[in-house]
């Protein structure tokens, strides 16, 4: 089942349901912010904007056409995509399945204004699968960025453990300097890292759960939890927040900025499989 919900200040979304999973997906930004199959599986802050013109502090934020605050742009950090509303395009329910596409029609800005056509799809079932694809329909080519920013819920930031990123080269936007992970990651403290030429298979090792991440057409991996110190800065994060999610985002970003010549599409792809260790 697929339902238009409506929060109390007119906020939109649509709450979809069948035998294995349900989901919660905003208009506004085509913005993931709930996926439960026994349990949630998104992290999504307890003091949260749900309202125009602000993005979900947690779920899927989609950054779309830039990752970041890049030099070369000046959008707004991580684009305008997040903040815009998308309307749905495509339905198909299946009992233990259901695949949703939206649309952003709005996809010009001052500062990138270029015509194009942006879908996002949602396969909503055993596992989560989300595909976004950007259509050049311009003469001329252009030059995006992107990320499927997640927010993923762990169960003590300080007790999880990510592999796949071993040996890979990665840039510290802490400290502006490029270095290169030597073993699993664990995190003790603010981490805000690009990896490069990442590999496809991305896995979070919890104590009640292993999440596997699977990229396409992606060679960049974000990793990012703002810890205590920033935390402190932000109105949609509460003090504790910070303990409960790691964001990993499957991303192109950098050297592996995407051009797309006229006609011709990209797809970013995830598959995400969470599976509950009992
Ligand atoms: C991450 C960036 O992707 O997103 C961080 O690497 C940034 O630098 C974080 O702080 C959150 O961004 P925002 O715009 O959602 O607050």
């Given amino acids: 089942?697929?339902?238009?919900?409506?929060?109390?200040?007119?906020f939109e979304y649509l709450e979809v349901t069948?035998?294995?999973?349900?989901?919660?997906?905003?208009?506004?930004?085509?913005?993931?912010?709930?996926y439960k199959t026994d349990l949630e599986n998104l992290w999504v802050s307890?003091?949260?904007?749900?309202?125009?013109?602000?993005?979900?502090?947690?779920?899927?934020?989609?950054?779309?056409?830039?990752?970041?605050?890049?030099?070369?742009?000046?959008?707004?950090?991580?684009?305008?995509?997040?903040?815009?509303?998308?309307?749905?395009?495509?339905?198909?329910?299946?009992?233990?399945?259901?695949?949703?596409?939206?649309?952003?029609?709005?996809?010009?800005?001052?500062h990138f204004d270029y015509k194009c056509e942006l879908n996002v799809t949602f396969n909503i079932g055993n596992e989560l699968e989300i595909e976004l694809t950007t259509k050049n329909l311009d003469s001329r080519a252009f030059k995006i960025t992107q990320a499927l920013h997640t927010y993923f819920a762990v169960s003590n930031i300080s007790e999880i453990s990510i592999t796949g990123l071993e040996n890979k080269p990665y840039f510290d936007q802490r400290d502006a300097a490029h270095k290169i992970q030597k073993s699993a990651l664990t995190i003790d403290?603010?981490?805000?890292?690009?990896?490069?030429n990442t590999d496809n298979t991305i896995t979070i090792h919890d104590s009640n759960k292993t999440t596997s991440i699977?990229?396409?057409?992606?060679?960049?991996?974000?990793?990012?939890?703002?810890?205590?110190?920033?935390?402190?800065?932000?109105?949609?994060?509460?003090?504790?927040?910070y303990k409960n999610f790691i964001c990993i985002e499957s991303a192109n970003a950098l050297d592996d900025f995407v051009l797309l010549q006229s006609a011709k599409s990209h797809s970013l792809k995830i598959k995400i499989d969470f599976i509950n260790i009992v």
């Fill in 18 to 34: 069948n035998n294995i999973a349900s989901a919660k997906i905003a208009l506004q930004g085509a913005h993931i912010f709930s």
């Fill in 1 to 10: 089942m697929v339902e238009v919900k409506r929060l109390p200040n007119g």
């Fill in 189 to 196: 403290a603010e981490v805000d890292r690009i990896y490069q």
């Fill in 46 to 110: 307890s003091i949260a904007n749900y309202e125009d013109g602000k993005a979900i502090r947690g779920g899927i934020p989609i950054c779309w056409p830039v990752f970041g605050k890049p030099v070369y742009s000046q959008l707004n950090q991580h684009g305008f995509a997040r903040n815009r509303m998308w309307e749905l395009v495509n339905s198909k329910e299946e009992d233990d399945m259901t695949i949703l596409t939206l649309r952003l029609r709005d996809t010009r800005d001052e």
């Fill in 214 to 241: 699977t990229n396409l057409n992606s060679k960049s991996v974000i990793v990012w939890n703002p810890w205590i110190d920033k935390s402190l800065n932000m109105d949609d994060l509460n003090n504790e927040g």
